[in-house]
């Protein structure tokens, strides 16, 4: 399969690798996916408390170039954003990005669930609800 | 320099050998002729190169050059000699024993075959790729007329016991056939001494053109016969009908010329060089050998890398040409059958790599193939939870994924 130039810079040169402290209550940690269906994302934010802004991201993604290329991506766009913007994320944007096709657009998806998953965990270590998530569409 | 991409998936075709190729180009220009045409000089060279070609085969595999049926490869030839017994032997019985990790065109056949009304038995292997003496023991009936088992195997190079096989086939009554589409030419293949009645071979796995394979048919202690697949001249004793690909049959005839002389060296060079190549990438934690060790092809490694993913980790190795344990079937990845008749996970059989040496390999281009594994894996594990996991000591068992 041929991949796009973007999918292989990101793929090559991946952005925010690493591990935040989980413990830490400014940081949250969105795990998704199954090692059996090949693909795992895990993508964690730290927020400033007072301006509610991401001021770090990373991941971690065992899977294919997309979905490696999908979660860095992400990490790109959440650092500096604020928590409300990072949840206007959409799968459809990183599959436009990374000229994904169709094949792969469920690792856009991943990435998704992974940044809304993030930050409700972020939301309930600091005692607020957990925002319904529409179920993704598998 | 070294040319990359560096080629190592010799087992779904090897490079045409130079000799190989010069032994053809006077067929592929001035004798053109059709090796059945008897009325004139065209024809009888052609006919002559046929029946060196035939000479040079049987040489490698100790057989009489008569007993030759040239196809258009070991595909075909796996169909002519298992639809060919189970036609020609119907009045015997309709049973045929099979394993788990035949190539598909011996496991689609016998699919074929089930269709018309036959029965088969498809043996399961152990972790090493091996079948159970015993279990064929006990599959055998009084129906069973055809035991098809592969030589050696094409993902793990597991070489099964075949003259083992053969003699309970025969004790049996049944006829023996094999696969030998991966061992032949690359050891010692005797279909006497092996007890072979039928044997699917090919010119391309060996530093052949493709295009050309042959079905060894046994004439003698017993008479095998095979009822034809294909309906024509009558060409090839009746068993295969179609003008013969001369060019490709005298490459074929050279290739196995060039194994029988130089199959021994090759095998020791080769198996040094993999030894190695799996010696090194073994330093890895957490990668294993897939197949047997002790019963194996001499060019043949196939290795599993926990905790990456197959298709990243194809990505990672681009500067090989290497075949992973996932066939990728347009949207979706299937981890291979084969390994997962080893009893492979999923994901150990999505992350094995093979790598297929060849008689073109050189030291230098598997002393680059250990070093781009090696950086690939561990890139692709340091961007790994799961390997993350691992190192602190988590059971991936024990977590509730996120199915999706």
């Known amino acids: 399969m041929a991949y796009s130039d973007k999918v292989i810079d990101h793929y090559s040169n991946p952005r925010n690798v690493g591990t935040l402290d ?7 940690t969105g795990l998704v996916g199954a090692p059996e269906c090949g693909d795992v994302m895990r993508l964690q934010i730290e927020v400033d408390e007072t301006t509610n802004t991401i001021t770090d991201a990373k ?4 899977g294919c170039g997309s979905a490696i290329a999908s979660s860095s991506l992400a990490t790109e766009w959440l650092k500096g954003k604020t928590v409300d913007e990072a949840l206007a994320i959409d799968n459809m944007e990183i599959v436009e990005e990374l000229a994904l096709p169709p094949v792969k657009i469920h690792c856009s998806v991943l990435a998704e669930d992974a940044i809304k998953m993030a930050i409700n965990d972020y939301r309930v270590k600091n005692g607020l609800p957990a925002l319904e998530l529409e179920k993704s569409h598998h | 320099m070294l040319k990359l991409p560096i080629y190592l998936d010799n087992n779904a075709t090897t490079p045409l050998d130079p000799r190989v190729l010069e032994a053809m180009m006077p067929y592929l220009t001035d004798v053109f002729g059709n090796a059945a045409s008897r009325n004139h000089p065209f024809g009888w060279a052609a006919e002559e190169g046929v029946d060196y070609a035939r000479e040079q085969i ?4 100790n057989c009489d050059p008569k007993e030759i049926i040239f196809t258009s490869g070991a595909t075909e030839s796996d169909n002519l000699g298992i639809k060919g017994v189970f036609e020609m032997y119907s009045q015997r019985g309709n049973h045929v024993i ?13 699919k074929h075959i089930e269709k018309l009304g036959g029965k088969v038995t498809y043996l399961p ?4 790729g091996l079948i159970s003496l015993e279990e064929l023991e006990a599959a055998m009936t009084p129906q069973t007329i055809l035991v098809t088992i592969m030589y050696g195997n094409n993902e793990t190079g597991t070489i099964q016991p075949i003259r083992e096989i053969a003699a309970i086939a025969h004790k049996h009554g049944a006829l023996f056939m094999t696969d030998g589409t991966q061992a032949v030419g690359k050891i010692p293949v005797d279909v006497l001494a092996d007890g072979i009645d039928l044997m699917a071979f090919t010119a391309h796995k060996m530093y052949g053109p493709k295009g050309v394979g042959a079905l060894y048919v046994r004439r003698k202690n017993p008479r095998v016969k095979v009822t034809a697949q294909m309906d024509g001249g009558g060409h090839e004793r009746g068993m295969r009908s179609g003008t013969l690909n001369v060019p490709g049959i005298v490459g074929f005839g050279k290739a196995c010329e060039l194994a ?12 040094k060089l993999r030894d ?35 298709e990243g980790l194809m990505m990672g190795v681009k500067d090989l040409a290497v075949s992973s344990g996932s066939a990728c079937t347009s949207a979706s990845l299937e981890p291979s059958y084969v390994l997962k008749a080893l009893g492979l996970s999923d994901d150990l059989a999505h992350s094995s790599l093979r790598f297929g040496l060849s008689r073109f390999t050189t030291d230098e281009q598997i002393d680059y193939a250990i070093n781009h594994v090696k950086e690939a894996v561990t890139k692709l594990r340091e961007m790994s939870p799961l390997w993350e996991m691992h190192k602190e000591g988590i059971d991936l068992n024990t977590i509730e994924w996120a199915e999706h």
């Open chain 1, 22 to 28: 989980k413990s830490k209550k400014t940081v949250g």
């Open chain 1, 59 to 62: 991941f971690k993604t065992f």
């Open chain 2, 58 to 61: 049987s040489q490698l595999i």
């Open chain 2, 98 to 110: 099979t394993t788990t990790t035949e190539h598909k065109a011996v496991l689609d056949t016998c």
């Open chain 2, 125 to 128: 292997v152990n972790e090493q």
């Open chain 2, 260 to 271: 029988r002389l130089e199959m021994a060296a090759d095998a020791e060079r080769l198996s």
């Open chain 2, 276 to 310: 190695q190549l799996e010696k090194e990438l073994l330093t890895l934690e957490e990668s294993y050998v897939n197949g047997s060790v002790e019963h194996r092809l001499p060019h043949v490694a196939n290795i599993s890398f926990k905790y990456v993913e197959g």
